[in-house]
C-alpha cells in the first residue's frame, strides 16, 4: 500500500464538480437546472470559432506557449490598450492563461510575500 501524506489526506474534492454533478443527476431525472456551477457558457460556441479552431487545429501549431502566452496575442492586447485607452502596456507586462486559476496564482504571487497571510471566503473558489 502507498503512503500518503497528511496534507494530501487533507485535500477535499473540488466542491463545484460535486455541486455539477448532483445538477446533472437532476436533469437526468427530468428536472430544469439552470446551471451557474462552473465558468461555462449555456449555448453552444458560434460556428466560425468552431471553424477557425478547426482551421488552426490542422497547422499542427497546437503545443504549449510560452508561460506568458502567445506574444503574438499579447502584442495585439498592447496595441489595443494604446489605441482604445492611449495606454502603453508592454507585451511582456501582459500574461494570457488558459483559466482563472492560472491568473489566480500569478496575481497572488505578484503580490504577496512568504508569511502573508490571506483571508478567504469558506466556501470559496479553490
Known sequence: ???VSNKMKAVTSFHVME???RAK???SQ?????HMEVGEP???TPQPIIDQGIRFLQTGAIHYTEAQGLLA???KIAAFYLEQYHVV???ERIFITPGASGALTIALAAVLEHGDE???ADPGYS
Open 1 to 3: 500500500m502507498q503512503k
Open 19 to 21: 455541486v455539477m454533478s
Open 25 to 27: 443527476a437532476l436533469e
Open 30 to 34: 427530468g428536472r430544469h437546472v439552470i
Open 42 to 44: 449555456d449555448f453552444t
Open 73 to 75: 496575442l499579447r502584442e
Open 89 to 91: 502596456v508592454p507585451p
Open 118 to 120: 490571506v483571508l478567504m
